[in-house]
């Protein structure tokens, strides 16, 4: 089955030019229909990025499709704000949340795609109860924080445990993979079932990102 879904790249821009984001996002444009927006407090990862007003700004000048990735501790009272500003998947990390099914629930009644998130630390079978009511499950292959780390192997075994289990309840959703992709793994995360890559620092910290993406995908999809 994921040998004919449709697979996608999702450059992060944690690793872009932040002083010249608009600019940075023109250039991975014509081959990049998503973009990855990560959203950190300080609280749930040890670092602080983005938030509303980035998503909002970046909306004016991009029309691909926003995946806002929230690794913040109270995701409840920030949902409605980051679909006002433009998301259009919004991701929560099962570990942040006392219920998840409300959040998921509330993502959707902003009329936004839903997706759960989980940690590598946190036993894969966490997101089962929720995968009937999402539309992605991104799977951390780091520690959620910072960009640049290295893939953790044992990601390829949890992507292809959620990819069964979405199977088995007849979910297309799309799974995700967060952390540490190159040219070297995208084969190994697509074969287990991934059909979105995020990739940061391999796309923009190359000299030409966009030629980067186009290599990327090419090892993904070989
Ligand atoms: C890490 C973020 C990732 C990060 C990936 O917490 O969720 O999206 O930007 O960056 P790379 O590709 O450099 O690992
Ligand atoms: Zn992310």
Known sequence: MSQTM???????????????????????????????LDVMDGHYVPNITIGVPVVESLRKVSDQVFDVHLMISNPMDFIDSFALAGADYITVHVETLDDPFSALRRIHNAGKKAGISIHPDTPIEAVYPYLAEVDLVLVMSVRPGFGGQAFIPQSCDRISAVRTELIRINNPAIVSVDGGIHKGNASDVVRAGANLLVVGSAVFGAEDPAQAIREIMACATS
């Open 6 to 36: 449709s697979v996608n790249i999702a450059p992060s821009i944690l690793a872009a030019d932040f002083s010249a984001l608009g600019a940075e996002i023109g250039r991975i444009r014509p081959v990049a229909d998503f973009l990855h």
